[in-house]
């Protein structure tokens, strides 16, 4: 009987986690999307030097929280967004602002599909 109740306990511990987990997820990349939009928008509006400084701090951001999103989310979309924010860099760099523009938008939209899967609902809990 001890045994079946250490079993419960730790379903109980990884119920919880995976509560937690899901939960923090909305807060851990909406800032990030709302960065890269914003960096769109200045960008549309002519205020690119602006929009690069967002792009790399949103660009930051996403990496100081890459250890924690892989261990929680598919490496799939993960490498897709890495490799649009490299693209965002050299646009960034070459100045092509309609491509930065895009870039951004792209990114945030991504970015917010990977909280979205995993973001805190009973499906994802279950």
């Given at each position: 009987?001890?045994?079946g ?29 709302d ?15 602006k ?8 660009k ?6 890459w250890n ?11 490498d ?5 924010f ?8 070459t100045?092509e602002?309609p491509h930065?523009?895009?870039?951004c938008?792209?990114?945030?939209k991504?970015?917010e ?5 995993h ?8």
């Amino acid at each position: 009987m001890g045994r079946g109740w250490l079993g419960v306990a730790i379903l109980a511990v990884f119920l919880v986690g995976g509560l937690l987990a899901a939960m923090c997820m909305d807060n851990a990349h909406l800032p990030t999307v709302d960065m890269l939009q914003q960096a769109a928008e200045y960008t549309v509006n002519g205020e690119f030097g602006k929009g690069v400084l967002l792009g790399m701090e949103a660009k930051d951001r996403w990496e100081r929280g890459w250890n924690g999103t892989a261990t929680l989310a598919d490496h799939s979309p993960m490498d897709d967004v890495d490799a649009l924010f490299g693209e965002m860099e050299v646009y960034a760099v070459t100045g092509e602002q309609p491509h930065f523009a895009a870039c951004c938008a792209e990114l945030a939209k991504r970015i917010e599909a990977v909280a979205e899967a995993h973001k805190f609902s009973w499906w994802n809990v279950l």
